[in-house]
């Protein structure tokens, strides 16, 4: 991963830390279940169809996560979200700019703009695992 996508990563993991430091009363270390939603997520952004132009998974059509990481995500993003600004404040900025990004459905994308976007034919597929 590199340039938005590996920002996007490390903003994940200071919120899973976040959250779970404070919920699951970890110091420094992730409980399992937040290790599972952590690798469970970047294998996620390392599948995004959009690639270097991800929207924030939030303002996605997609959705790709499963059901119950998708309601993980929800809670994390909940309770990190406005601790972030204080001790992360240049990742939240970021993150803040990129949901502004809109973004199409990937089968409204041409088979061109999707090899363009991630470098190969990513197909909705990709989103199953
Ligand atoms: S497809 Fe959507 S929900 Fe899945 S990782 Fe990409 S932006 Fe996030």
Redesign the pocket.
């Known amino acids: 991963m590199s340039g938005h996508l590996d920002r996007e990563a490390r903003t994940m993991v200071k919120m899973v830390q976040i959250y779970c430091g404070a919920h699951h009363h970890t110091a420094g270390e992730l409980c399992e279940d937040c290790s599972k939603f952590l690798d469970y997520a970047e294998v ?2 390392e599948k ?3 690639g270097e132009d ?4 939030s303002n ?1 059509p ?4 499963k059901p119950h990481f998708r309601a993980q995500a929800k809670a994390i993003m909940r309770f990190s979200g406005p601790r972030m600004l204080l001790r992360h404040p240049l990742l939240t900025i970021a993150h803040y700019m990129d949901g502004r990004r809109r ?1 199409l459905h990937p089968r409204d994308l041409t088979r061109e703009q999707r090899l363009e976007k991630t470098g190969r034919f990513p197909t909705l597929k990709d ?1 199953d695992s």
Do not use: G
């Not at 991800?54 to 998974?57: A, E, I, L, V």
């Not at 997609?62 to 996560?65: A, I, L």
């Open positions: 996620r952004l995004c169809p959009y991800k929207p924030t998974c996605c997609v959705h790709c996560y973004a989103n």
